[in-house]
């Protein structure tokens, strides 16, 4: 599953490809991906010209000069390609710019993808954007919104770390890294983790700071490549990250932590794998 790191290396390889250009056609081959087109779509996008791609956590947000923002989400197995023929038997949405000058594809062969199409004045109030919490890398992910966003919580901290209010973008993958790069338990409570008192405590600094590195490596590395990703170039040799996943997906190995000598373990928390090391997560 495509998560923000991946969604931000699709973004990039967009931007190059299709800002400043006019969308001419839309062929959609169903009625629907996760959720039925909007009504109107495609007239929506007919003859309006791309002016920027923006990012929301794994939302890509594609401003049209009408006024309008076209949406399209991922889901588990979404895929956008540049020139590619859209014939595939999973290729659902296909568009030709500048007169066929140049082609986008969006294929999605388990259809949890979602596609809107909304005016961007609305886009703070937009049901799938106006609850997301502030985003790694961003000003606004600062440690005393963390520290707020956990404080009083009874789950554990992977699940918070997860809960798109507390931080947007955070995806199962990447959170037991965090984690594990942290040096706390991912099964702690999350009130526990922020403390009581008003300091920030060296927990809540250590997550900080490494959840801002740990997605800023991924996207330095294009995304990790599990399952379907491809990037926009179709290119499957994009992100090599999870070669330097330090737990994920490592059960039984011994964790890599220099003087540990503890044993990677995988429980599952909210019907999620958490990959942890019981010695040095604590
Ligand atoms: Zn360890």
Same mark, same amino acid.
């Given at each position: 599953?495509?998560?923000?790191?991946?969604?931000?290396? *699709?973004?990039?390889?967009? *931007?190059?490809? &299709? =800002?400043?250009?006019?969308?001419?056609? =839309?062929?959609?081959?169903?009625?629907?991906?996760?959720?039925?087109?909007?009504?109107? !779509?495609?007239?929506?996008?007919?003859?309006?010209? @791309?002016?920027?791609?923006?990012?929301?956590?794994?939302?890509?947000?594609?401003? &049209?000069?009408?006024?309008?923002?076209?949406?399209?989400?991922?889901?588990?197995?979404?895929?956008?390609?540049?020139?590619?023929?859209?014939?595939?038997?999973?290729?659902? *949405?296909?568009?030709? $710019?500048?007169?066929?000058?140049?082609?986008?594809?969006?294929?999605?062969?388990?259809?949890?993808?979602?596609?809107?199409? !909304?005016?961007?004045?609305?886009?703070?109030?937009?049901? &799938?954007?106006?609850?997301?919490?502030?985003?790694?890398?961003?000003?606004?992910?600062?440690?005393?919104?963390?520290?707020?966003?956990?404080?009083?919580?009874?789950?554990?901290?992977?699940?918070?770390? $997860?809960?798109?209010?507390?931080?947007?973008?955070?995806? /199962?993958?990447?959170?037991?890294?965090?984690?594990?790069?942290?040096?706390?338990?991912?099964?702690?409570?999350?009130?526990?983790?922020?403390?009581?008192?008003?300091?920030? /405590?060296?927990?809540?600094?250590?997550?900080?700071?490494?959840? /801002?590195?740990?997605?800023?490596?991924?996207?330095?590395?294009?995304?990790?490549?599990?399952?379907?990703?491809?990037?926009?170039?179709?290119?499957?040799?994009?992100?090599?990250?999870?070669?330097?996943?330090?737990?994920? /997906?490592?059960?039984?190995?011994?964790?890599?932590?220099?003087?540990?000598?503890? @044993?990677?373990?995988?429980? =599952?928390?909210?019907?999620?794998?958490?990959?942890?090391?019981?010695?040095?997560?604590?």
């Amino acid at each position: 599953m495509p998560e923000m790191p991946e969604v931000e290396t *699709v973004r990039r390889g967009l *931007v190059p490809n &299709l =800002v400043g250009r006019m969308i001419t056609f =839309v062929d959609l081959r169903r009625p629907d991906l996760r959720f039925p087109f909007p009504e109107g !779509f495609e007239e929506g996008l007919v003859n309006s010209r @791309i002016q920027d791609i923006d990012r929301m956590s794994k939302y890509l947000l594609i401003r &049209l000069d009408n006024g309008n923002t076209w949406l399209s989400h991922l889901g588990m197995t979404g895929i956008w390609t540049i020139n590619s023929d859209g014939n595939g038997k999973h290729d659902h *949405v296909h568009i030709e $710019l500048d007169n066929g000058a140049l082609t986008a594809t969006y294929s999605d062969h388990r259809r949890f993808g979602i596609m809107d199409l !909304f005016p961007t004045i609305n886009s703070d109030k937009h049901k &799938l954007l106006a609850n997301l919490g502030p985003e790694p890398l961003t000003k606004e992910f600062t440690k005393e919104a963390l520290k707020e966003g956990l404080h009083g919580r009874q789950s554990p901290i992977k699940t918070s770390l $997860l809960d798109q209010k507390i931080v947007s973008g955070l995806g /199962n993958i990447y959170v037991s890294e965090i984690l594990h790069r942290s040096k706390i338990s991912p099964k702690r409570k999350s009130a526990d983790v922020a403390g009581k008192s008003s300091k920030i /405590n060296k927990a809540i600094e250590r997550i900080h700071t490494q959840t /801002n590195e740990v997605i800023a490596e991924a996207i330095r590395v294009g995304g990790s490549t599990i399952s379907d990703f491809r990037g926009v170039s179709g290119d499957s040799d994009l992100g090599y990250f999870p070669q330097q996943f330090t737990v994920f /997906n490592r059960e039984s190995e011994s964790c890599n932590r220099d003087g540990c000598n503890g @044993i990677i373990r995988r429980i =599952v928390q909210s019907g999620r794998s958490t990959f942890y090391c019981p010695r040095c997560q604590r």
